[in-house]
C-alpha cells in the first residue's frame, strides 16, 4: 500500500523531517506569542486585584433584567440568616459588608414573583441597613401583558418607603415604543450616567467642605493674631503709668532706658521711696546731737 502524500492529522502535504522540524517550531512560535500577549491583556484587565482586600471592602450587589432575581434571593438569605441563625457570626460579617443594592429594570419569564413584596422579609433588609436603589424603564413596569412586574415593583418600593428604609427610585421614560428591547438596555447607560453625575456631585461637595475647613483655619488664625495684637496693647497701656512713675522717680530714663536694675525699680516702688526717708532720718539724728553738743 502506497503511503498517503498527506499528514492525515494536519492535511497538509508531507516533507523530511528537517522542514517538518522547522515548520513545528514556527508554528510553535506563532502559537506562543498571541499567548503570551493575551496574558498581558488579562494581567492590565485584572489590575485592581492588587490592592483588592475583600475582608475590608464594602460591597454592592447590581442586577439587571433577571439578575434581580439573585438580589432576591439575597433577600430570603438576609431574614434566614438574620432570624433563623442569628449566631452565624461569620455570615454575618460578609452582609454588614453589603452597602448598596441596585434594582435595574428586574424581571424574568415568570408569572409572579419579579419582585419581593413580603413584608416580613423587607423589614429584615430594612433593619440591615442597606441602602437599596430602584432604576426601571417603562418596558417593565408599563407593560400590559405583564400588569403583575407594575403591581409588584408598587408593592415593594411602597412598603420600603413605609418602613423608613434608605430608598431611592428612579425611572426613566422614553419616547419611543415602552414594549421595544432597546429601552430595557437603555436603562444601563442611565444608570451609567446617574453614577457619574453622583460622583461628581460627592467630589464637589468634598471640594466645597475642604475650601470651608480652609477658610474657617484662616480666620482663625486672623483671629488669634489679632487677639495677641490686641492683648499686646493693653500690656503697654498697662506698662506706661509704671514707666511714667520710674521716670519721674529717676529710676528709668526717658523711654524707659533702665538706670538700676529691675529689682532695685520694683523695691522703691514698693517702699514708696524709702531712701529719702532715710535720709530725713539721719538729718534729723544729726541736729539732734548738735543740740546736745551746744547744751555742753
Not at 157 to 183: I, V
Not at 201 to 212: N, P, V, W
Not at 269 to 286: A, P, R, S, V, Y
Amino acid at each position: 500500500m502506497a503511503a498517503l502524500p498527506y499528514d492525515i492529522a494536519t492535511l497538509s502535504p508531507k516533507s523530511d523531517g528537517h522542514s517538518t522540524t522547522s515548520n513545528n517550531s514556527t508554528n510553535n512560535a506563532s502559537t506562543s506569542s498571541p499567548s503570551s500577549s493575551s496574558t498581558a491583556d488579562i494581567n492590565e484587565l485584572l489590575w485592581w486585584r492588587e490592592s483588592l482586600n475583600l475582608d475590608k471592602a464594602n460591597l454592592a450587589l447590581m442586577g439587571f433584567s433577571k439578575g434581580c432575581v439573585v438580589l432576591n434571593q439575597f433577600i430570603y438569605e438576609f431574614h434566614y440568616y438574620k432570624t433563623l441563625t442569628p449566631d452565624d457570626s461569620t455570615m454575618m460579617r460578609l452582609v454588614s459588608r453589603i452597602k448598596d443594592m441596585y434594582w435595574l429594570d428586574g424581571g424574568h419569564g415568570g408569572g409572579k414573583n419579579t419582585w419581593i413584596t413580603s413584608r416580613s422579609l423587607l423589614e429584615t433588609l430594612c433593619r440591615l441597613g442597606i441602602n437599596v436603589h430602584v432604576h426601571v424603564t417603562p418596558y417593565q413596569i408599563q407593560d400590559d401583558h405583564r400588569p403583575w412586574i407594575r403591581k409588584e415593583e408598587k408593592a415593594f418600593t411602597d412598603l420600603l418607603k413605609r418602613l423608613g428604609a434608605p430608598f431611592d427610585r428612579h425611572l426613566y421614560p422614553s419616547e419611543a415604543n415602552s414594549t421595544n428591547l432597546f429601552t430595557h438596555f437603555e436603562v444601563l447607560n442611565r444608570f451609567r450616567q446617574y453614577q457619574i453625575n453622583v460622583f461628581a456631585q460627592q467630589h464637589l461637595q468634598a471640594q466645597a467642605q475642604a475650601q470651608q475647613q480652609v477658610q474657617q483655619q484662616q480666620q482663625l488664625t486672623a483671629t488669634n493674631l489679632s487677639t495677641t495684637g490686641t492683648n499686646s496693647v493693653e500690656e503697654q497701656q498697662q506698662q506706661q503709668p509704671i514707666l511714667t512713675q520710674l521716670e519721674q522717680m529717676g529710676v528709668v530714663g526717658a523711654g524707659g532706658n533702665s538706670i538700676v536694675t529691675a529689682v532695685d525699680a520694683v523695691e522703691q516702688m514698693i517702699t514708696g521711696g524709702g531712701n529719702e526717708t532715710d535720709l530725713e532720718e539721719d538729718k534729723l539724728d544729726d541736729g539732734e546731737d548738735e543740740e546736745e553738743n551746744g547744751h555742753k
